[in-house]
Nanobody, 117 residues
């Protein structure tokens, strides 16, 4: 089970840090990702990290502003979001994928991020 936290209301230009915790299992050897869904839009990929080698991917719109990282000791995956923009407003979900899978098969509940202009 995945648990996302850290959302909130922030002004444009501000920062938030989201956390995804796994209960009952460790993230190794999964790939863990963040997705987001804005009102009236489809859920879209934000960033991912492969646990075993720290390879990361980002959607173009967040490159240079967001950083995904893992914390082995806490068994969490974090998303540091800086220079937030109103268009980053969405519900953010964390997800995990078994090795060899092409789709994410574990999902947490969302956490709301609202960026005011």
């Amino acid at each position: 089970q995945l648990q996302a936290s850290g959302g909130g209301l922030v002004q444009a230009g501000g920062s938030l840090r989201l956390s995804c915790a796994a209960s009952g299992r460790t993230f190794s050897p999964y790939t863990v990702a963040w997705f987001r869904q804005a009102p009236g839009k489809e859920r879209g990929f934000v960033a991912s990290i492969r646990w075993r080698d720290d390879i990361t991917y980002y959607t173009d719109s967040v490159k240079g502003r967001f950083t995904i990282s893992r914390d082995n000791a806490k068994n969490t995956v974090n998303l540091q979001m800086n220079s937030l923009k109103p268009e980053d407003t969405a519900v953010y979900f964390c997800a995990a994928r078994d090795p060899g899978m092409t789709t994410f098969n574990y999902w947490g509940q969302g956490t709301q991020v609202t960026v005011s202009s």
